[in-house]
Each structure stands twice: as C-alpha cells, then as structure tokens.
C-alpha cells in the first residue's frame, strides 16, 4: 500500500540510521538484537551504537580501560555529594542520578571534552608541518589567551603531583601503540603539554582523569563532545553506587554539612 503525503510526513518526522525497530523486530547498527545479546560487551556496544561498526577487541579493550577509571571519585567530588543528598530527600534514583549528571559540566568531570579540542587542535598543527614542542606551545599560549591560565587535563587538587590513574592509562596507551591499535600521536602531545606546563610552573603537574582519557578517546578516534559524553557513562555507575548506599543508609535531608556548622553569615554594606 502506497504511503499517503501525511503518512510519509509523520514517518520523517524522526529519522534515525541507529536502530530499525517493528512489531517483532529489533535492529541496531545493521545487527538484530539477539544476535548481540550475550556476544558483545557493553563496551562493545556503547562503540557500535556511536561508531556504527563493533571495534575489534582491542579497541575495546582500551576504551573500556578509560570507563572503567573514571567511575568513581568519592563524596568530595561534587556530582557525588549531590547524589547523596538528593538520595536524602524522598526522589526516586533516577532522579538521584540525574540530580548528579547534570552536574558534570566543563569544570567537574566533563574538562575531557575541552582537553579533547586542545589535542585535536595540536593535533592540527603538527598535520601542517610544525614540530610538536612548537606546536604545544603555540597552543598552550593561544588557549590561555582566549580561556585563562587553567589547561584542561593537567592539574588536580587532590592528587600532587601524579593523578594514579593517568601513569595507568597512557601505558595502556603505549601497549595498543606497539600493537598498532592506535597511532600513540595523542599520548606523544598530552606528555608535551605535561612537561611544557611542568617548565612554566616551575614544577611536576598531574595530568588528570580528563587527560589521560581524552588521550584514549582521541586516540580511537571519537569526536570532542564524546569525551564528555563518555565520562558521563563512567561516573554513572559510581553516581549509582553512591545512591544506591545513600539509601540503604537512609537520612533525611542531609545538607552539604552537618546541622552544628552553618554558613558564615557576611553583613553587606548597604549605602542609603
């Protein structure tokens, strides 16, 4: 039966290449559903719905080492204290995780995307002949005219000077180098930023979550915005941890500090 204008209308209304879902049918990527369903991992998965194609193991493999480092960050981290609390107020989890989630922006947990451009951006430059001390740089300087002193991915307040994840995930950047899984470019301009701002500081600079990962998203190849993307997913789990044990715990409207401390109060002066 041919389709009418209007129904042809409402069928483009969303259009979509991820999936191809009917009655009795599910289609992601081009793969039916129960042909996925207990042969690829859900890192496999997470490639495929974003790549369109499944990575081969050790891609994988790499991705799932930068997931699986940035789950979790304790309480002090924002995201993470805001899940408890709002678990403390009667909302349902989902609520706690989004409470958490739409927290993680270009300050707390999503600098990988910036720290993505910058790679990306020196990246460039090295494409067009100029060597990568040069290149580094050039960039660092141009960064910091037009976004401050702080350089995503380097940096942390709690680990000095080595953030204990990083040193992880560039080795396992180096092993997929030496087994051609990935180029080792983006490792190679991450280490310059590190001893470039190491040199301007006048001393050792952590590269942080968002470093060391935005390495390994460059590197296989996912676009900026993924980055941040990504570490959402992480820090998904651990948001969910934390929920989850906030409310076995119980409480009730637990604030950002206990009951006893409050706020020190600052008088304005207010000219008449």
Not at 25 to 49: A, K, R
Not at 52 to 75: F, K, N, T, W, Y
Not at 109 to 136: K, W
Request: charged fraction near 20%; aromatic fraction near 6%; charge should be negative.
């Amino acid at each position: 039966m041919n389709e009418t204008a209007s129904e042809k209308d409402l069928s483009y209304w969303w259009r979509t290449s991820i999936i191809d879902m009917k009655p009795g049918q599910i289609t992601l990527q081009g793969h039916p559903i129960e042909n996925l369903i207990g042969n690829v991992s859900f890192t496999q998965m997470i490639w495929m719905m974003l790549r369109g194609s499944l990575p081969d193991i050790r891609q994988a493999v790499l991705l799932e080492s930068a997931l699986v480092a940035g789950v979790d960050h304790g309480p002090q981290a924002p995201s993470i204290a805001a899940a408890r609390m709002a678990a403390t107020c009667g909302v349902g989890i989902n609520n706690v995780m989004a409470t958490a989630v739409n927290m993680l922006g270009d300050v707390h947990g999503g600098a990988g995307e910036s720290c993505a451009v910058l790679y990306y951006q020196i990246a460039g430059q090295i494409e067009m002949g100029v060597e990568l001390h040069d290149a580094v740089v050039a960039e660092l300087d141009q960064w910091q005219i037009d976004h401050g002193k702080i350089i995503p991915g380097f940096g942390h307040r709690f680990h000095k000077p080595v953030d204990p994840r990083a040193p992880r995930l560039m080795a396992l950047v180096r092993e997929a180098t030496l087994e051609d899984t990935v180029s080792g470019q983006f490792a190679d301009i991450a280490e310059a930023i590190q001893s470039e701002l190491h040199h301007r500081i006048g001393r050792p600079i952590a590269m942080n979550i968002d470093g060391a990962t935005a390495v390994i998203f460059c590197e296989l190849g996912f676009s900026p915005p993924l980055a941040k993307g990504l570490f959402c997913l992480s820090r998904s789990v651990g948001i969910l941890a934390h929920t989850w044990e906030q409310m076995e715990q119980g409480g009730r409207n637990k604030g950002p500090m206990p009951p006893q401390y409050l706020p020190l109060y600052e008088a304005q002066n207010i000219e008449k």
